[in-house]
């Protein structure tokens, strides 16, 4: 079973519309979470990371949010572009060893 | 100051054959990671060279093997290509393992098609 968990595994939102996406994971002793943007047949790029004492990190309109106790991150993507159309992939550490959830792919349509 | 580069962009292979895939890390790193990345999948984590020397490896078999260079760059190697092995394959660099915080660049991959 992945340590990493994402949710949902896809989702289609209108340009200009809000949305969430989930990372749940069982990774221990944690490190930190970071989130990174997938654009399609490109590497992924890091948008935030977290350490286990931040419970908020912003990166324009994307904002992360990390619950320690409950082992729970969400990304929420606000005022979404058509640009914004890629996969968001969790990736948590724990040590040296990174763990990737299997990705949400968002897909903005106008 | 350039990315992590790899090369080639495509690659297309018979299966038995075998494929050499290349890395730059980006400037001043000196740790290159190698991670698989099949369709819709997140990517997996295959090796790690440090210093030359592999460092951490993931699940996969002995077909697959690296390489880092003096100058850090890294090669990976996959043998007996099997039609499983078609993916994208990412390169990340990282400067050093010390540091929890240290962030690993991801190159734009290579995508390998195994017919």
């Known amino acids: 079973k992945n340590q990493v968990e994402q949710s949902p595994q896809s989702l289609i939102i209108l340009e200009g519309k809000n949305c969430t996406l989930q990372?749940?994971?069982?990774?221990?002793?944690?490190?930190?979470l970071r989130w990174y943007k997938q654009d399609t047949g490109r590497g992924p790029v890091s948008l935030t990371i977290m350490t286990f004492s931040e419970n908020t990190k912003s990166n324009g309109r994307y904002t992360a949010t990390l619950d320690a106790d409950t082992k729970q991150s969400s990304l929420h993507i606000t005022a979404s572009q058509l640009s914004d159309s890629a996969s968001y992939i969790c990736v948590v550490r724990s040590d040296y060893k990174l763990s990737f959830g299997a990705g949400t792919t968002v897909t903005v349509r106008a | 100051d350039a990315g992590v580069t790899q090369s080639p962009t495509h690659l297309i292979k018979t299966r038995g054959q075998q494929v050499t895939l290349r890395c730059s890390p980006k400037s001043g790193h000196d740790t290159v990671s190698w991670y698989q990345q099949a369709l819709g999948q997140g990517p997996q984590f295959i090796f790690q060279?440090?210093?030359?020397?592999?460092?951490q490896r993931g699940n996969f078999p002995d077909r697959f093997s690296g390489h880092q260079f003096p100058n850090y760059s890294s090669e990976l190697n996959v043998n007996a290509l099997l039609l499983g092995d078609s993916a994208l394959y990412l390169c990340?660099?990282?400067?050093?393992?010390?540091?929890?915080?240290?962030?690993?660049?991801f190159g734009p991959g290579t995508r390998l098609t195994v017919t």
């Open positions: 990340a660099s990282s400067g050093g393992l010390a540091g929890l915080n240290y962030e690993q660049y």
């Open positions: 990372c749940n994971y069982t990774v221990s002793p944690f490190s930190n």
């Open positions: 060279y440090y210093e030359e020397e592999e460092r």
